[in-house]
């Protein structure tokens, strides 16, 4: 049908401008897998652009908030809930969340698509999950067992958190907080906020709300009409910040993330992947870099996930999704005092009476922690992962920085691509040059690989960034080059398996299409901006979005570069892959086409209003 769309535009008599010449290289190293691949073809002259200087991030003072008062018995947004002996854990692959009381299992209630976080309200007798699938929340009555109503709520739900009126969703692609009345389940409000919220904690009055990429908070007040407060930085590159508690006493937040290591403002270079815990003196509301926690120095340290205080405040257990363990932090000290190894990819943990609870993703169990000795006492299974053999051990390896045949510890492949998305960041260890991080959706039909174009198989790009940027042994025995002629398929199970799991990512869905997936006015007008550039335009031509080639862009590329010729990326879900280009250089859509780039820049043959509109149907693909 798709396809039948684009034929009847091409056939139509309107005569756009031709303003595509190739749109080249928004966001994605084309990627797939190839049973017979075949090598590119290399232009024999590469001329290198005048370097960009390296200027160090200006340390930029954020406005000063006022001081919130001690968030006292504090509820964070987790992929657990309790509610006196009742326990509640979310089952992403299963669609289910499970019901356990005093250590048992009662149900397992299938709610939806991708169940991220669950909340249960204040009488015990409903769950509000998130259904990161379904851009929905699923209620769930939890005396009979029984899914009562799924509410559409807005794009990629993440976090959610209850009082006795209200359910305060987090819509990551949105930039949303969204508030649901829980007694007529309708939505009250939509709050704008900075970009991709994701956690929530929530006490009286006043809710904090993290970002993923940015190691971000914003505050907000929820008394009446939510009112933000305004937003502050708790640690310059932190990412992956999906989750944030409070001290007993209420007044520090803290939140598990990655640090990724310095900023520099023309390339967007990182140094390192770094697990910590950031603080934020509530008082103050700024970051308390003194009581920062460092996590590298356990060996195993990767993605910090979730954590929980101990009653007495006395230690904070953290959980490190990538590493298969929780630690154990002296809160006096700072230091770790312990390790403790759980389940596959432990997502969330929160504690009853002397026990421990903790979520293994990837196991489908509940390890439970005797705060006493600090041992797991006993494994609960809650779901049966419903994932073939093959994709499940995929799926472990993607999420795994534990074994060295995966990585040095430090990083794993969810690390820079969770969901299969992008760090949006660029980094620097790639041995031709600064890379930016491509988001991983649709790769089943997008070869060739890397920004160069220069690896025919998916294997041969998987297994090169295991062993050169993970520091992993690799899991093909014997020598290995992702550049000669040799077909690398079937050479190791782990590595197809590790593939197959790769292969099932989809293009995140865009929040820049109507509510029932259909382009809006302003798309619809882009879109067929977008198609008079055809069939002239030869790199970004549907239904792929990109001619799977290589093109000569040395007189857009900068510093540092080893190639001028890269693979023409796909434009699906660029709406999510800011910053742009092979180097990251290009913030935004608008500045990649307003700027002097003699490929991209178009915007002197557009009208404001052609400019606008081409930009919104390039965000809803």
Not at 276 to 297: H, N
Request: glycine share 8%.
């Amino acid at each position: 049908m798709q396809i039948t769309v684009f034929k009847a535009l091409l056939s139509g008599k309107k005569n756009h401008l031709k303003i595509l010449g190739c749109l080249a290289l928004l966001f994605l190293a084309a990627c797939a897998d190839d049973p017979t691949p075949t090598r590119p073809i290399y232009p024999s002259k590469t001329v290198i652009a005048t370097p960009v200087p390296l200027i160090l991030t200006p340390i930029a003072t954020e406005r000063t908030l006022p001081g919130l008062p001690p968030m006292s018995n504090a509820q964070s947004s987790k992929v657990l809930a309790q509610h006196g002996d009742r326990l509640v854990t979310v089952n992403s692959d299963s669609d289910s969340i499970t019901i356990v009381e005093n250590g048992a299992v009662q149900a397992e209630v299938t709610v939806g698509d991708d169940p991220r976080t669950v909340a249960i309200t204040p009488d015990g007798k409903s769950a509000i999950v998130t259904l990161h699938g379904e851009d929905a929340v699923a209620i769930v009555n939890l005396t009979t067992g029984k899914r009562e109503n799924v509410i559409p709520i807005g794009h990629i739900p993440y976090g959610v958190v209850v009082d006795d009126r209200r359910a305060y969703i987090t819509c990551l692609a949105d930039d949303q907080m969204v508030v649901l009345d829980l007694e007529s389940q309708v939505i009250l409000y939509q709050v704008n906020v900075p970009d991709s919220p994701a956690g929530l904690a929530l006490s009286g009055e006043w809710l904090l709300v993290t970002h993923f990429y940015t190691g971000q908070v914003t505050a907000l007040n929820v008394r009446r009409t939510p009112v933000v407060i305004g937003t502050i930085t708790t640690d310059v590159g932190g990412e992956i910040a999906q989750s944030l508690i409070l001290t007993p006493d209420g007044t520090q937040a803290y939140l598990p993330m990655t640090r990724t290591g310095l900023s520099l403002i023309s390339l967007q270079y990182m140094q390192d992947w770094f697990p910590i815990v950031a603080v934020l003196d509530l008082a103050s509301m700024q970051a308390d870099r003194e009581a920062r926690l460092a996590l590298s120095s356990v060996e195993g340290g990767n993605m910090p996930f979730d954590a929980v205080f101990t009653p007495d405040g006395k230690h904070l257990l953290v959980v490190l999704a990538g590493s298969d363990a929780i630690v154990v932090i002296d809160t006096a000290t700072g230091q770790i005092q312990q390790r403790i190894d759980v389940g596959t990819n432990p997502r969330g943990i929160l504690i009853q009476g002397r026990q421990a609870f903790v979520s293994n993703a990837l196991a489908g169990t509940l390890s439970v922690v005797d705060l006493d000795t600090y041992t797991v006492t006993t494994t609960i299974p809650v779901t049966t992962i419903p994932l073939s053999p093959k994709i499940l051990r995929g799926k472990v390896l993607f999420h795994s920085a534990e074994s060295p045949i995966m990585s040095d510890g430090a990083v794993s492949c969810a690390t820079c691509h969770f969901d299969g998305g992008t760090d949006q960041r660029t980094w620097i260890n790639f041995r031709s040059g600064p890379r930016n991080t491509p988001a991983l959706g649709g790769v089943a039909d997008l070869s060739p690989y890397n920004w160069a174009g220069e690896m025919a198989e998916l294997q041969d790009t998987v297994e090169d960034h295991i062993r050169m940027v993970m520091l992993g042994e690799g899991l093909i025995d014997g020598e290995f080059d992702p550049l000669i002629d040799q077909i690398d398929a079937g050479r190791s199970a782990d590595l197809d398996a590790l593939v197959a799991y790769i292969r099932t990512f989809k293009t995140w869905q865009s929040p820049y299409r109507n509510p029932d997936g259909t382009l809006t006015e302003s798309a619809q007008r882009g879109m067929q901006i977008f198609m008079s550039g055809s069939p002239g335009c030869s790199c970004h031509l549907p239904p792929l979005y990109t001619d799977q080639r290589q093109h000569d862009l040395a007189k857009t590329t900068f510093s540092l570069e080893t190639y001028g010729a890269f693979d023409t990326p796909t434009l699906y879900g660029v709406w999510a892959t800011a910053p742009y280009l092979h180097d990251g250089v290009v913030m935004s859509l608008e500045e990649l086409l307003t700027r002097t780039d003699p490929v991209h820049s178009i915007a002197d043959k557009l009208t404001p209003q052609q400019l606008y509109d081409l930009i919104s149907f390039l965000k809803s693909l």
